[in-house]
């Protein structure tokens, strides 16, 4: 057998930094997946990438490759803040949009998304990646089978080296950045909706946003959550993130313990924990849960469904809460949704 892909579809990536290559990574491995299109104004990168992929076309101006008829589906993993102009171009279009979260840098502009996408006559879906983490989904089954009761306490940690950061914190602070994960899987498990955000910031490192991130909510259900984020951890840290959460319902409980301590390498340099969860490489291909999501979103659109693990709403829930959770930290003030 060649390389020749059958029933493919036509996917295309705007916005070429570290994860929008993960995302080119997937889609060029997936056999019901052609990359055909890649987009960044960045000249350098933007041939180094279409090189590495053999894609058939590449372009500085996202609207010259929404032109292209053959391009059937859009990935926008460029930054939050510039997410709303590309994926409602793309939706007006006719594509199919995959959306790197967090969905928008404001509510209103999640609410363009939202009406852009409603009105628009291909799938959308917003990536957040935890819901296709094996371990998060299994708990989700968990709570839905009632097996832990009602939920009445959340806590949640995902701390990352201060040199994954380094870059990042002059584009994005760690509440919207990460906790965004952790407030989305915590409005899924409790099927609440979050009644008040209190959030405490830290800055260690002259960026433009603090390096940490503390958020305290309250459910309309009474149920508490916490959210533990911290960009600045010791660059000899083995691992890119620690992560875990612990569930509390009236009749049970679920902890999960991810990413750090399941594999453990010992080489001449250090003792370092790869990730095993998210985009790993296995056997010379992107997997894991980046993965896992391409292939529901591209099956919903082959299949013409819906996809339901994750909704607009959803998405534009979890920005709701974690701006008011900002919002709560530069005034002091306890910010009532």
Avoid at 79 to 106: C, N, Y
Avoid at 169 to 175: A, F, M, S
Wanted: charge should be negative; charged fraction near 20%; include cysteine.
């Amino acid at each position: 057998m060649g390389d020749t892909k059958m029933n493919t579809i036509n996917c295309s990536v705007i916005g070429l930094g570290w994860f929008g290559e993960k995302h080119c990574e997937v889609l060029h491995n997936l056999p019901q997946a052609q990359l055909h299109a890649v987009c960044t104004r960045r000249p350098d990168r933007l041939k180094e990438i279409a090189n590495r992929f053999a894609t058939p076309a590449s372009y500085t101006d996202y609207h010259d490759m929404l032109a292209n008829p053959e391009i059937e589906v859009v990935s926008v993993v460029t930054m939050w803040d510039q997410h709303v102009e590309p994926t409602i171009a793309a939706l007006e279009a006719g594509k199919h949009v995959f959306l790197e979260k967090p969905m928008a840098s404001s509510v209103a502009d999640c609410d363009r998304i939202i009406k852009a996408a409603a009105n628009a006559p291909g799938k959308f879906m917003v990536g957040h990646i935890c819901r296709f983490n094996p371990r998060y989904a299994a708990a989700k089954a968990e709570i839905d089978a009632g097996n832990i009761g009602e939920i009445v306490s959340i806590y949640a940690r995902r701390n990352l080296p201060a040199w994954v950061t380094e870059d990042v914190l002059e584009k994005i602070g760690p509440i919207s950045g990460d906790a965004v994960h952790d407030t989305d899987l915590m409005l899924w498990y409790t099927s609440a909706n979050i009644k008040t955000a209190y959030g405490q910031t830290h800055r260690v490192r002259d960026k433009k946003f603090p390096d940490i991130g503390w958020i305290m909510y309250r459910f309309d259900n009474g149920a508490i959550g916490v959210c533990e984020v911290v960009w600045a951890l010791p660059g000899k840290s083995p691992f890119q993130i620690d992560e875990r959460m612990q569930i509390v319902g009236t009749t049970g409980s679920i902890q999960i313990h991810d990413t750090a301590p399941n594999l453990l390498v010992v080489d001449q340099e250090s003792a370092r924990h790869p990730d095993t969860t998210y985009w790993p490489e296995l056997h010379g291909q992107r997997v894991g849960a980046l993965r896992s999501e391409w292939e529901y979103f591209l099956k919903c659109i082959a299949a013409d469904t819906e996809p339901s693990v994750v909704s607009p709403t959803d998405s534009r829930a979890a920005v709701a809460a974690c701006l008011a959770a900002e919002q709560s930290a530069e005034t002091g003030q306890v910010i009532e949704l």
